[in-house]
Structure formats: structure tokens, C-alpha cells
Nanobody, 125 residues
């Protein structure tokens, strides 16, 4: 089993920045890919970004590319999501997810086995 704990959410004004963190524990050696998803009220869960454990290859949804950066520190078993130039439409609960060996890149939530509890991000206009 792998446990994921997110942190770093909050309330910021449009144009501001936040950095989310996700710490993994447990059988982290089984994890090859990490991702961030988000879910706004009344909407389906949406893929945001993903990163491979080796090499650090990344992939983003078009709506955040150029504004968000996903990164990882394998020594700390931590994945980050740096979010800049935030917009009100970025408001959502952000979830960290982890997967073993899956096709790359995967934006399908069903491919990810482990999930965190989520952290709220609210952007005011």
C-alpha cells in the first residue's frame, strides 16, 4: 500500500501562486508515475499533470501548461505542483495520485491506484 498526503492549498487572489506538496509513504518503490488531478464543485475529476519517477518526464493538460509545474524529489518521496498565474477557474480540490507501471502519459484517473485526501485551492477574482 501507498499513502499520499497533500498540503499547500489555500485561498489566493487571481494572478497569485501556490505550491502543493504530496508526500508518499509505504511501498513507494512500487510507484512509477505520480499525478495531480482536480475536481471543482459539480464537475468531474480532471487531470492536471503527471510525472515519471525516473527521468522526470512531465505532461500537462492544455489549460495549465505554461502556468503549472510538476516536479518530484524522490529522496523525499514528495511530488510538487507549483501553480502560477492562478485563475478563478483553477478553483477546485486538488488530489495527488500514484500509479505503478502504466502507459505514458496517462490522464485517466482509473489508471491511478493510490489517492490522497485532497487539498482545497480557492482563487478569488
Amino acid at each position: 500500500q501507498v499513502q499520499l498526503v497533500e498540503s499547500g492549498g489555500g485561498l489566493v487572489q487571481a494572478g497569485g501562486s501556490l505550491r502543493l506538496s504530496c508526500v508518499a509513504s509505504g511501498r513507494t518503490s512500487s510507484v512509477y508515475t505520480m499525478g495531480w488531478f482536480r475536481q471543482a464543485p459539480g464537475k468531474e475529476r480532471e487531470f492536471v499533470a503527471t510525472i515519471r519517477s525516473r527521468g522526470g518526464t512531465t505532461y500537462y493538460v492544455d489549460s495549465v501548461r505554461g502556468r503549472f509545474t510538476i516536479s518530484r524529489d524522490n529522496a523525499k518521496n514528495t511530488v510538487y505542483l507549483q501553480m502560477n498565474s492562478l485563475k478563478p477557474e483553477d478553483t477546485a480540490v486538488y488530489y495527488c495520485a500514484a500509479a505503478a507501471l502504466i502507459s505514458w502519459p496517462s490522464s485517466n484517473a482509473d489508471d491511478y491506484t493510490y489517492w490522497g485526501q485532497g487539498t482545497q485551492v480557492t482563487i478569488s477574482s
